[in-house]
């Protein structure tokens, strides 16, 4: 996630300052990888390369097209055939076979507008035609609100901006390669990358045990921010990779910061602090609440809330983790602060955690696309 972003990060200062280079996206995964659909890389005109599209064994090879791809201006998709005695010889175990598409960086409104999306932090879907020798068609950037560019085939637009609307909607969706049938009825595979801005964590409490779960949650790429109203407790040096925000529950109604890509964890270890933290985020747009305690604790709060004529509705219950965290035996604040991240992936993915052994996907089952499969 963190690397996707430095990525995009790279591509519109290429773009708003007019740098060449090639960017390759990965488009479709069969089988084993170790990327999945959207991966990104940059292969700057000096040849340096940013971002990882394999674990190792591609790059080298994507760059040298990309030099080729620099000087025709001409975009390709190259298929990878990754047999497993290949994957092995090369160190990585992830037999499967891989498509990339690889562009040259352009300077055209809709690349413009593009950068200005990602440099603004939209939620948006990137829409691209794939073709057999190049993509010549525009891009379609699809937001919550707007759809810009446009392509000369009305029928297959709207199909992509119906699509890309779907995934804005969802937590967590993937990119992927979708069959499509064109106005003229011929089959059109449309790549959908899915740009989220980094997702949020929200921890009340400025504890000790709050420190290894702040820095882990913005190593992974989450916004990160503690609110406490202890200036002693919650500061910079305390949490250097974190915003600081100095509130009691008299500021709660007045924060903006949460919003339904948000999730919050609730740790003062404070009675009266942790119901009134409990009581806004419940009540909030987060669709995760965690809660750091024994589910008796749990209970007493909930009860104590009730007599004081707050009853939380069933959806709203829904959102609450308590006891909070994957049970992998954690005992260390290091250890805890893990297993409330995972939780809080997996609750995003939409995977119920658990040993990898026991499932039979490590990813999830490939997808039915519309009209047909890549």
């Known amino acids: 996630m963190q690397s996707n972003q430095n990525i995009t990060e790279r591509l519109s200062t290429m773009i708003k300052t007019n740098q060449k280079g090639v960017l390759a996206s990965v488009v479709s995964v069969q089988g084993s990888a170790y990327k999945r659909e959207g991966a990104k890389m940059i292969v700057r005109a000096d040849g340096e390369y ?13 760059s040298a097209i990309a030099v080729q791809v620099e000087e025709t201006g001409i975009p390709m998709i190259k298929k990878y055939e990754l047999n497993e005695e290949l994957v092995w010889g090369l160190g990585l175990g992830c037999p499967g076979t891989v498509e990339i598409l690889i562009e040259p960086v352009s300077f055209s409104a809709d690349w413009k507008h593009l950068a200005d999306a990602y440099v603004n932090a939209e939620e948006m879907v990137v829409c691209k035609v794939l073709q057999t020798k190049e993509t010549c068609s525009p891009l379609l950037l699809v937001t919550n609100s707007d759809v ?3 392509w000369t085939d009305e029928v297959l637009q709207e199909m ?6 779907q995934k804005l909607r969802q937590q967590a969706a993937a990119p992927e390669s979708i069959c499509l049938k064109a106005k003229n009825g011929k089959e059109v595979f449309v790549f959908f990358d899915v740009h989220f801005p980094a997702p949020q964590l929200v921890i009340f409490g400025a504890g000790d045990d709050a420190i290894p779960l702040a820095n882990l949650s913005a190593m992974l790429g989450f916004q990160t921010t503690v609110i406490d109203p202890r200036p002693a407790f919650n500061t910079k040096e305390r949490f250097p990779l974190a915003e600081i925000l100095i509130a009691g529950p008299e500021k709660y109604e007045n924060l903006s910061v949460i919003d339904s890509r948000s999730y919050i964890v609730i740790m003062n270890h404070q009675f ?24 008796t604790r749990r209970e007493k709060m909930i009860a104590h809330l009730q007599n004081q004529g707050i009853v939380f509705s069933k959806e709203e219950m829904k959102k609450l983790f308590s006891p909070i965290g994957l049970d992998i ?37 490939p997808r039915i696309p519309v009209n047909g499969k890549r």
């Open 148 to 150: 810009f560019g446009n």
């Open 272 to 295: 009266e602090r942790d119901t009134n933290a409990l009581t806004f985020a419940l009540q909030s747009a987060a669709p995760y609440v965690g809660l750091l305690g024994p589910r």
């Open 329 to 365: 035996g954690a005992d260390t604040s290091e250890e805890i602060g893990l297993s409330i991240m995972a939780e809080i992936i997996a609750f995003r993915n939409r995977h119920q955690g658990g040993f990898l052994r026991e499932q039979s996907f490590i990813h999830q089952k």
């Open 50 to 62: 940013h971002g990882l599209i394999s674990g190792g064994c591609l790059e080298s090879d994507v």
């Open 160 to 165: 992509a901006v119906s699509i890309a609307h």
